[in-house]
Every structure is written in C-alpha cells, then in structure tokens.
C-alpha cells in the first residue's frame, strides 16, 4: 500500500483538527446584526462540517487496510467528532454542540457511501467495478 495514501489522510485530519480548534473570525460580509447573512455563515459553517467528514471518510475507504484496521479507523473518525465538539465546548471561541457531531456523523455516513467502493475492495487490491 502507498504510503503518500496515509500521508494525505493524516494530513487532511491534522488540518481538519487544527481548523476545528482555532478562532475564527467572522467576515465583515456577514454582518454583526442581519439575520440572512447569520443564516448564510450557519448553513455555509454546517455545509463544511458535513463535507469535509465526508471527505475524510471517503478517504479512509481509499487507504483499503485491512478489516479489522479499517473499522477501527471509522470509529477513530466517529470519536474524532464528538471529541472535537467537546474541546470546542471548553473553549471561550468556539461553541460546541451534539448537532454538529450529528452533522459530523452524516458526513462520516456520506463519505461512507462516496467511497463504498474502496471501503468494499480488498485490502490493498484492485477495486472491482
């Protein structure tokens, strides 16, 4: 298996994290007071959860380790969400909340039914059609 395929999973879940944790300011085109441009950052915000768990899932698929390491790398994805929006809930900068873990478990899902075919393809073999 190559190894530049775990290299780019670790590095999208090191950047995942990091961007999970650190402030973020608001941009003046969302406006401090007006309620579509609040409702504009919330679906963009909730838009980008769901993706980018979804991504990160597909390309767990795409790794294809053996059974045992590729479920538990879908629960480390599992936990990773929940984790995540617990830290954001201890921080003054951030909200964390159960809907965002439950965005982030339909990402998971999602990615999961992206990349079906790599999740189902042999360890380290070819993917059939």
């Known amino acids: 298996m190559s190894r530049w395929r775990w290299w780019l999973w670790a590095a999208f879940g090191t ?20 309620e579509f441009r609040r409702l ?33 790398l879908l629960f480390l994805l599992l936990a990773h969400g929940v984790a995540t929006e617990i830290i954001q809930a201890n921080l003054t900068y951030r909200d964390g909340t159960l809907r965002d873990a439950a965005l982030d478990h339909l990402g998971i899902f999602l990615g999961l039914l992206a990349g079906w075919r790599w999740w189902t393809a042999d360890a380290g073999g070819p993917v059939r059609p």
Do not use: N
Request: net charge positive.
């Open 15 to 34: 950047a995942w994290t990091v961007a999970l944790v650190i402030p973020v300011p608001t941009p003046d085109f969302f406006g401090p007071t007006d």
């Open 40 to 72: 504009v950052k919330f679906i963009i915000a909730k838009a980008v959860h769901v993706s980018a768990y979804a991504v990160w899932s597909a390309l767990t698929g795409w790794l294809r380790p053996r059974w045992p390491a590729r479920l538990l």
